[in-house]
């Protein structure tokens, strides 16, 4: 699930169909994101990018290296109660075909830190945010003790809004950092929009209930949340 992709951007579309859960969905994390004319469309465009890209890519492995444990875990229990449960099933499809999409992320994000002088094993000592803990331990519990279905809402803000690659080529230009360090970025750049589709088509063929519309949105709104306060808190003053 990436992730690098899908940086903060300041993009709220309008005239979309919202009779889509998929539109919906859009529409409601649109309502929590830092959407105003003065932000930049991407942190990748941040003036001073070269002083703190190094800190993005530890935040964005922090993330990813919990992706492909939490969709098991949200796999196997949607797996469980599948037997009468259609929107359970369909999501234990997904996940199956998904995580085999996101496996190792985090050991190229790795790598590519490494590129700028990090060392992998001081990363691995480090302690990640507490907002991200929370993000990530919120969505085992909803997972476990309401509905996998919860785990929709993350996915849907981790790669619902990809940074096209001509913004991840311009930050190469620009940064006068190592252009293999971008490697994981442009990767999901090209990758996430097809991943951002596959995802609509299948959050659209749901046969969603009202109660999993509504934790799918506050799973979503969670998320937002969270990223916003982790990228947030990466950039210099």
């Keep these: 699930m990436s992730h690098v992709g899908s940086l903060p951007r300041c993009e709220v579309e309008t005239g979309e169909n919202l009779s889509s859960h998929s539109a919906l969905l859009r529409q409601k994390i649109g309502l929590v994101s830092p959407c105003t004319s003065e932000n930049s469309?991407?942190?990748?465009t941040?003036?001073?990018?070269?002083?703190?890209?190094?800190?993005?890519?530890?935040?964005l492995y922090s993330t990813i290296r919990a992706n492909v444990p939490l969709m098991?875990?949200?796999?196997?229990?949607?797996?469980?109660?599948?037997?009468?449960?259609?929107?359970?099933?369909?999501?234990a499809s997904y996940l199956d075909r998904h995580i085999v999409e996101e496996m190792h992320h985090d050991e190229w994000l790795l790598e590519d830190m490494e590129l700028l002088g990090y060392k992998r094993?001081?990363?691995?000592?480090?302690?990640?945010?507490?907002?991200?803990?929370?993000?990530?331990?919120a969505q085992f519990y909803w997972i476990q003790y309401v509905h996998p279905v919860a785990i929709l809402?993350?996915?849907?803000?981790?790669?619902?809004?990809?940074?096209?690659?001509?913004?991840?080529?311009?930050?190469i230009s620009k940064a006068t950092l190592p252009e293999a360090a971008f490697r994981t970025i442009l990767i999901h750049s090209r990758l996430d929009p097809r991943h951002r589709d596959d995802f609509?088509?299948?959050?659209?063929d749901l046969p969603l209930t009202q109660e999993h519309s509504t934790l799918i949105a506050i799973s979503a709104f969670h998320t937002a949340s969270a990223m916003n306060s982790i990228f947030a808190a990466v950039q210099p003053d």
């Design 46 to 59: 941040h003036p001073r990018l070269r002083e703190f890209y190094g800190e993005l890519l530890y935040v």
């Design 153 to 171: 809402g993350y996915i849907a803000v981790l790669e619902g809004d990809p940074t096209p690659e001509s913004a991840v080529m311009e930050a």
């Design 121 to 137: 094993e001081a990363v691995w000592k480090r302690i990640p945010p507490v907002e991200l803990a929370s993000l990530v331990g």
């Design 72 to 91: 098991q875990a949200a796999r196997d229990c949607a797996r469980s109660r599948s037997f009468d449960d259609r929107v359970a099933a369909q999501i």
């Design 41 to 44: 469309p991407s942190l990748l």
């Design 200 to 204: 609509n088509a299948m959050l659209d």
